[in-house]
């Protein structure tokens, strides 16, 4: 399955920025899907995961700011983001976790600053 991810762009610090990932097959059997990030300069980390029976787990660094959903139908994974801060600026990814991970797409940055 073909991953893209979108909705990024730039944002002033408290903003808020919905990220969409859209797939190009069905994710209803993908077990678990993941938002990834990688800042300038720094090695790509996991922000937050979601199984396909709606289980959630968000990095300590975005919790309680992002939130991470599915809609199966659409075949669409979407992460939330609110109370933006600088350090949140960096390329987002989204991918599958664990077993079957894809190829990395282009992402879609996301620029925090005044």
């Known amino acids: 399955v073909q991953l893209q991810a979108s909705g990024g762009g730039p944002v002033q610090p408290g903003g808020s920025l919905r990220l969409s990932c859209a797939a190009s097959g069905s994710i209803s059997n993908i077990p678990v899907m993941g938002w990834y990030r990688q800042p300038p300069g720094k090695q790509r980390e996991l922000v937050a995961f979601i199984t396909n029976l709606g289980s959630t787990n968000h990095a300590d660094s975005v919790k309680g700011r992002f939130t991470i959903s599915r809609d199966n139908a659409k075949n669409t994974v979407y992460l939330q983001m609110n109370s933006l801060k600088p350090e949140d600026t960096a390329v987002y990814y989204c991918?599958?976790?664990?077993?079957?991970?894809?190829?990395w797409g282009q992402g879609t940055l996301v620029t925090v600053s005044s």
């Open positions: 991918n599958i976790v664990g077993v079957g991970r894809e190829p």
